[in-house]
C-alpha cells in the first residue's frame, strides 16, 4: 500500500460535518434536556417563560436591536420564509435572488403559488451571485444570506440601501450565529434551530423590523391566509407571539435544547466568538485547497465563499475526466461515512457533484484539521478504484 493510501492516524473526535440537521455544540449530552418542561402546556407560565428566553437569549448574542420583534414559529426555517412571503409580499413589486436550491424555491413560491404579477427574477449558477446592483431599493427582495446548497454568501449588506422602499426579506438559516448580519438592512429575518445552534428540527425563528411590522398591520394580502402564517388579528400584530405565545405546540424537548446551545454560546463569548470559531473552520479548509491540486471551491470568489457550508469540487488537475469527477465525490462520502471519519458530507443533490463540509460554530476547527487528510486518503483510494 503507498503512502497515499495509508489511512491517517488521528480522526475527528467527532465526525458530524452534515449541513443540516448539524453537529450539536461541544461538550453536549442527552443530561443537558433533564430539565425539559414535558407533560406540561407550553402555554403555562413555566413553558410561555421557557419560550421567552429562547427570544430574550437570542436577541442579546446577536445583538437584534429592542424595536425588532422575535418570533418563534412553525415548520423550521421553511415555514418563517413561507410566513414572510404570503404575509408581506404583494404590496409592491419583488425582486427574486436565487443562485441556489433554496433560493430557487423561493421563486417558485412565489410565481407559481402566491401568482405575483410583478417578480424579477435575479439568478446566479451554483458558485456565483447574481448582480446585486440591479436590485431595485423601490421594490420588496427576498434573498438567502447564505447559500447553504452552494457555499456561496452574501460579503456584506451594503448593496441594500439605507433610503430603501421596500422591504429585505432575508432567508439567513445557515447565516444566523455564524456570520455577522446588519440588523438595519434586514425587514425581516429568518432561521431555524438545526443549522448553527446544532438543534432538532421543526422550529423556526422570525425577526420583523418596524418596517416590517408596518407593512403588516398596513397591507392586507389578496388570498386566503393559513392559519400558522397569520401574524395579525383585526389589523393589529399579534404580539404574543412575539413573547412566546406560539402558533401552534413547540417541542419543549427543542426549547431545551436550543436554551442549552444559546446559554453554551454566551459563555464562550457571544455572536463574536461564535462567527471567529465558523471563520477558522474555512480557513483551515481553504489552507488545505491551497495545497491540494484536486481538489478547489465550488465559490471561486474568496469574498462570497461560505464558512458554514463550505462546498468543493474536484478539479481538471485530479486527472480525471469530467465524468469519473462527478462520481467520485460520492464515493468518498459513503468511504468516510463506513470509516466513521465524516457523515452526510456529499454535496447537494442538486448542486454540481462535490463535498459539502459544514463548519460552523459548534464544529472544532481541531476535527476540521482532522477531517482533511482523510478528504486525500479517501480520494486516492476510491480514484485507485476506478
Known amino acids: 500500500m503507498s503512502s497515499a493510501t495509508k489511512k491517517p492516524a488521528q480522526r475527528p473526535v467527532r465526525p458530524h460535518f452534515s449541513s443540516g440537521p448539524c453537529a450539536k455544540r461541544p461538550g453536549w449530552t442527552p443530561d443537558v434536556l433533564s430539565a425539559a418542561l414535558l407533560g406540561r402546556s407550553h402555554r403555562s407560565g413555566p413553558g410561555k417563560a421557557r419560550l421567552k428566553e429562547v427570544i430574550d437569549r437570542t436577541r442579546g448574542i446577536l445583538g437584534i436591536p429592542e424595536d425588532y420583534r422575535i418570533g418563534i414559529v412553525p415548520a423550521s426555517d421553511t415555514g418563517a420564509v413561507e410566513m414572510a412571503m404570503w404575509s408581506l409580499l404583494g404590496a409592491r413589486g419583488v425582486d427574486m435572488l436565487a443562485w441556489e436550491s433554496?433560493?430557487?424555491?423561493?421563486?417558485?413560491?412565489?410565481?407559481k403559488q402566491l401568482k405575483l404579477d410583478d417578480v424579477r427574477m435575479l439568478k446566479a449558477e451554483y458558485g456565483e451571485l447574481p448582480d446585486l446592483?440591479?436590485?431595485?431599493?423601490?421594490?420588496?427582495v427576498v434573498f438567502t444570506w447564505n447559500g447553504t446548497t452552494s457555499g456561496v454568501r452574501v460579503p456584506n449588506g451594503d448593496w441594500i440601501a439605507d433610503d430603501r422602499e421596500g422591504l429585505t426579506i432575508c432567508d439567513a438559516t445557515s447565516a444566523a450565529f455564524a456570520m455577522s448580519l446588519p440588523w438595519d438592512k434586514l425587514d425581516v429575518t429568518t432561521w431555524s434551530w438545526q443549522k448553527v445552534l446544532g438543534g432538532e428540527g421543526a422550529h423556526g425563528m422570525i425577526v420583523l423590523s418596524p418596517r416590517a411590522v408596518e407593512r403588516l398591520t398596513s397591507y392586507t394580502p389578496?388570498?386566503?391566509?393559513?392559519?400558522?402564517?397569520?401574524?395579525?388579528?383585526?389589523?393589529?400584530?399579534?404580539?404574543g407571539?412575539?413573547?412566546?405565545?406560539?402558533?401552534?405546540?413547540?417541542?419543549?424537548?427543542?426549547?431545551?435544547?436550543a436554551l442549552d446551545t444559546l446559554k453554551w454560546a454566551e459563555s464562550i463569548g457571544g455572536a463574536p466568538t461564535l462567527v471567529a470559531r465558523s471563520e477558522a473552520n474555512l480557513a483551515a479548509v481553504a489552507a488545505w485547497v491551497d495545497q491540494t491540486p484536486w481538489v478547489d471551491f465550488l465559490p471561486s470568489d474568496v469574498t462570497t465563499r461560505s464558512c458554514t457550508?463550505?462546498?468543493l469540487v474536484l478539479t481538471e488537475a485530479s486527472g480525471l475526466s469530467e465524468e469519473a469527477r462527478a462520481g467520485v465525490p460520492k464515493?468518498?462520502?459513503?468511504?468516510?461515512?463506513?470509516?466513521?471519519?465524516?457523515?452526510?458530507?456529499?454535496?447537494?443533490?442538486?448542486?454540481?457533484?462535490?463535498?459539502?463540509?459544514?463548519?460552523?460554530?459548534?464544529?472544532?476547527t481541531s476535527d476540521v484539521e482532522a477531517l482533511l487528510p482523510w478528504l486525500d486518503w479517501s480520494y486516492e483510494t476510491v480514484k485507485a478504484a476506478l
Do not use: H
Open 241 to 257: 407571539v412575539f413573547k412566546g405565545e406560539t402558533i401552534n405546540t413547540p417541542s419543549m424537548l427543542c426549547v431545551e435544547d
Open 133 to 140: 446592483g440591479q436590485v431595485d431599493p423601490a421594490r420588496d
Open 309 to 311: 457550508s463550505i462546498c
Open 331 to 364: 464515493k468518498m462520502s459513503v468511504l468516510l461515512d463506513e470509516e466513521g471519519v465524516a457523515y452526510d458530507i456529499n454535496g447537494y443533490r442538486d448542486a454540481p457533484p462535490g463535498l459539502r463540509i459544514w463548519g460552523g460554530a459548534t464544529v472544532e
Open 222 to 239: 389578496p388570498w386566503p391566509m393559513p392559519k400558522i402564517f397569520r401574524l395579525t388579528k383585526g389589523g393589529e400584530l399579534i404580539e
Open 102 to 111: 433554496f433560493g430557487a424555491g423561493w421563486i417558485t413560491d412565489v410565481s
